[in-house]
């Protein structure tokens, strides 16, 4: 199994940042993509930001212009994946979710793995 653990959200006022932190732990032979997704209440769920084993990063349209293009990072050597959110406003206010593909070791089977999510308040 794979656990993903995320951290740093909480209460912000309008226009401040916050550093979501997301480590993943576990038998884990390899990580893939590396996903952020967050879900305001009475919406779906929707992708913030996504970052590949390479480097490669999306974003949401929600997010282009106010989050630069080093926003989403990841550090391979910790399994960990980071979101500088920046310019926040208070459609940001979600509950912010980490997923990654993965495979286990031992395994030849890859699938995807999430996080019990961190609250993010933008209070105007």
């Known amino acids: 199994q794979v656990q993903l653990v995320e951290s740093g959200g909480g209460l912000v006022q309008v226009g401040g940042s916050l550093r979501l932190s997301c480590a993943a732990s576990g038998s884990i032979r390899s990580i893939y993509s590396m996903t952020w997704y967050r879900q305001a209440p009475g919406k779906q769920r929707e992708l913030v930001a996504l970052i590949t084993s390479g480097g490669s990063t999306n974003y949401a349209d929600s997010a282009k212009g106010r989050f630069t293009i080093s926003s989403i990072s990841r550090d391979n050597a910790k399994n960990t994946v980071y979101l500088q959110m920046n310019s926040l406003k208070p459609e940001d206010t979600a509950v912010y979710y980490c997923?990654?593909?993965?495979?286990?070791?031992?395994?030849?089977?890859?699938?995807?793995?999430w996080g019990q999510g961190t609250q993010v308040t933008v209070s105007s």
């Open positions: 997923n990654t593909r993965a495979r286990i070791a031992g395994t030849s089977v890859d699938r995807d793995y």
